[in-house]
């Protein structure tokens, strides 16, 4: 392999190419914006940090929270002590972070938009707002608003979710989640190390409805957002069809991070699947392991997609019935040490959905959940379906 163009300089563009150039390949990176703001809260989940320590062992200005709470109509709020801290960045810093490691392992960065991408003869050309590039390979990491259609995933409305951020000034001590009535969604509230993130993600409602939510929710709190930045994105969110048919790869291109749909369809989280996929993708290229069709695909199964589809699947049941679930949820972490630990392992990134069910049967038996499910209310029944707890 001779050279790589990497399209797209988030972290799933930054980190093939810091990866491919420390391999001892020619690495170009080409983004419109590279280091930018975004309206998600930022955080980097202990997952993330565990595999990657330059995450949280560096100078970059971050917020270490240590404390978190959950909030659902007629359950009220749970805080606890996470057992795992989270590292919160503004998107700015952290992209200016990753890119900055590419330029220091070798990799060319050119800020300019990407106009068209198209193989002949073996060779990919791509045509930018700053000239022409050829290359050997690609690494889309465009995001979800991928230009180039005919790569990477195909997004339909159902595959995405926005959302949409103020960025206030002011300081907090946690980071709260509160899930609002009829949401396939939730409202955060994340410190980062000079403002706060208020912000909203919701999947099937329009732009302008979610942002009145988000506005109402802070009034309700007395949070002025008069002036305060305001940031939209757009998300990948897959259902649970697309996932089966998600494409990845292709003759001479992988697709990383959101340009994948490697998102998590109920967190929403991100920033790990994006380093991850960008790593695999250049071990792929570095050790000829790209002209195998499906090889990259298979891994990524292996490692996280098939895990993100099954959950899915568990969003798709879950729909509008968030909030029911996240009231269940708030009342048995009052109740369970042991429920509290199984809901901190979903939100750092430690357990998998495709072990939920068997994890949450074997240490949530001798609680009595099971029969709480059972024959409790209609609700709790029907959480308890969706959980896989009962068939």
């Known amino acids: 392999m001779k050279h790589v163009a990497i399209l797209g300089g988030g972290p799933a563009g930054a980190f093939a190419a810091a990866r491919l150039a420390a391999a001892g390949i020619e690495a170009t990176l080409i983004d419109e914006k590279l280091a930018w703001e ?9 997952k993330a940090c565990e595999r990657y320590p330059f995450l949280f062992e ?11 709470s959950i909030a659902a109509p007629r359950a009220g709020m749970v805080s606890f002590k ?13 992209n200016g972070l990753l890119i900055d490691r590419a330029r220091q392992a070798g990799v060319r960065v050119e800020r300019a938009r990407v106009l068209s991408a198209g193989r002949r003869a073996g060779a990919w050309h791509i045509e930018t707002s700053a000239g022409p ?10 995001g979800a608003r991928n230009p180039l259609r005919e790569l990477g995933t195909q997004l339909r409305p159902a595959d995405t979710v926005m959302a949409m951020a103020y960025h206030v000034a002011g300081t907090a001590e946690r980071v709260d989640i509160e899930f ?18 208020y912000g909203i993600g919701g999947k099937g409602e329009p732009s302008a409805r979610l942002r009145a939510r988000l506005e109402d929710w802070m009034r309700s709190k007395r949070i002025s957002f ?11 969110s897959l259902a649970p069809e697309a996932w089966k048919q998600n494409r990845l790869e292709g003759e001479g291109w992988f697709a990383a991070g959101d340009a994948g749909g490697l998102v998590d369809p109920i967190t929403g989280e991100g920033i790990y699947f994006a380093l991850r996929s960008g790593e695999v993708a250049a071990e792929c290229i570095a050790d000829g392991t790209y002209g195998r069709p499906g090889h990259y695909t298979r891994r990524l199964a292996e490692e996280f997609t098939a895990d993100l589809a099954y959950g899915s699947s568990l969003g798709a ?3 509008s019935h968030m909030s ?26 430690a357990q998998p959905y495709l072990d939920l069910k068997s994890r949450l049967v074997r240490e949530m038996a001798p609680a009595g959940l099971g029969s709480l499910f059972r024959t409790g209310s209609i609700s709790l029944r029907m959480v308890g379906r969706i959980l896989g707890y009962q068939s």
């Open 58 to 68: 560096n100078s970059i200005p971050k917020q270490v929270m240590a404390e978190a």
């Open 82 to 94: 996470l057992r795992h801290p989270m590292v919160i960045y503004s998107r700015r810093e952290l």
């Open 180 to 197: 609002l009535s009829g949401l396939d969604g939730y409202v955060w509230v994340f410190p980062r190390h000079d403002h706060i993130s």
């Open 324 to 349: 029911a679930a996240a009231a269940v949820s708030v009342q048995w972490m009052r109740r369970s040490p042991a429920f509290s630990g199984i809901m901190q392992d979903l939100i750092s990134g």
């Open 38 to 46: 975004k309206p998600c809260g930022g955080g980097v989940t202990y």
């Open 133 to 142: 590039h050829t290359a050997d390979f690609c690494v889309l990491a465009l």
């Open 317 to 319: 049941r879950l729909g």
């Open 226 to 236: 008069e002036g305060a930045p305001f940031h939209a994105h757009l998300l990948p």
